[in-house]
């Protein structure tokens, strides 16, 4: 038994120089053309045929239902993992969850991109904030929001003031985010698959990019930018044969 302790502490001791093979970044080695080199399991990065984000361009008239969404509940914790600063719902609280295609969709975290990572004919918003929702399968639907540069936004600035400043230190949130006012009144949006945007980089994502952007104040975006170092938008992938429906 003690000699196989020994296995497994040594094993462990081995772990961190094969673990940091699988960093990942936005930028030199760690960058998005590296990722699939980094992880065998991150292949779809490269291989992927429906990946994000994507420039929407040409759109086809579909008649996409309406977004519904019932936000009702406030995360409980803010973190800054390094790539992103994510706000998080504790595994238990299922309360917040969207309606698209009949299937209901909870919301597990909200995160930010800055520039965004999606662009409209090539043009990128100043920031993209995620809400990343799940069904009881596993499937993953995101709902995407752009922000443009203009009047301060109250219910990022409640988020903002408690920014973890250093990656892998996180908040807890001391009063409650109402998530309906980090979405515009008017939630038209475009529809299309794709995938996560960073590794693994997996398919199958449903993607829901509201057409009207909120606002963000310079001082709030130099924030982000400032704390995160660096741009973490991955580029733009080819749609490889995708329609964009709205
Ligand atoms: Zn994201």
């Known amino acids: 038994m ?6 497994i502490m040594l094993a462990l001791a081995l772990l961190p120089a094969v673990a940091s093979a699988s960093h990942w970044g936005y930028e030199g ?3 998005p053309e590296h990722w699939a080199e980094l992880n065998k399991d991150w292949e779809q990065c490269q291989k992927g045929q429906n990946q994000s ?11 996409v239902r309406p977004l519904k969404t019932f936000y009702t509940s406030s995360p409980d914790l803010l973190l800054n993992n390094g790539h992103t600063i994510q706000a998080t719902w504790s595994d238990e ?3 917040s969850y969207i309606k698209l295609d009949d299937e209901k969709f909870t919301l597990r975290q909200f995160h930010f991109h800055a520039p965004s990572e999606n662009t409209v004919n090539g043009k990128h918003y100043p920031l993209e904030m995620h809400l990343v929702h799940q069904d009881d399968d596993g ?11 203009g009047a301060v936004n109250a219910e990022l600035e409640k988020l903002w003031q408690v920014m973890p400043d250093h990656a892998d230190k996180s908040s807890q949130l001391p009063i409650k985010i109402d998530v309906n006012k980090l979405l515009p009144s008017d939630k038209t949006h475009w529809r299309f698959t794709g995938s996560l945007t960073t590794p693994p980089c997996t398919e199958g994502v449903r993607w829901v990019v509201l057409k009207h952007p909120l606002t963000v104040s310079a001082q709030q975006l130099e924030k982000f930018t400032s704390v995160m170092h660096h741009a973490n938008n991955r580029p733009v992938q080819k749609l ?6 709205e």
């Open 2 to 7: 003690v000699n196989k302790l020994n296995g």
């Open 29 to 31: 080695i760690e960058s």
């Open 53 to 63: 984000p994507v420039d929407i361009r040409q759109t086809f008239q579909a008649h």
């Open 93 to 95: 609280d299922k309360a």
């Open 139 to 149: 499937e993953v639907a995101v709902v995407a929001v752009m922000f443009e540069t």
């Open 240 to 245: 490889h044969g995708r329609m964009i429906l």
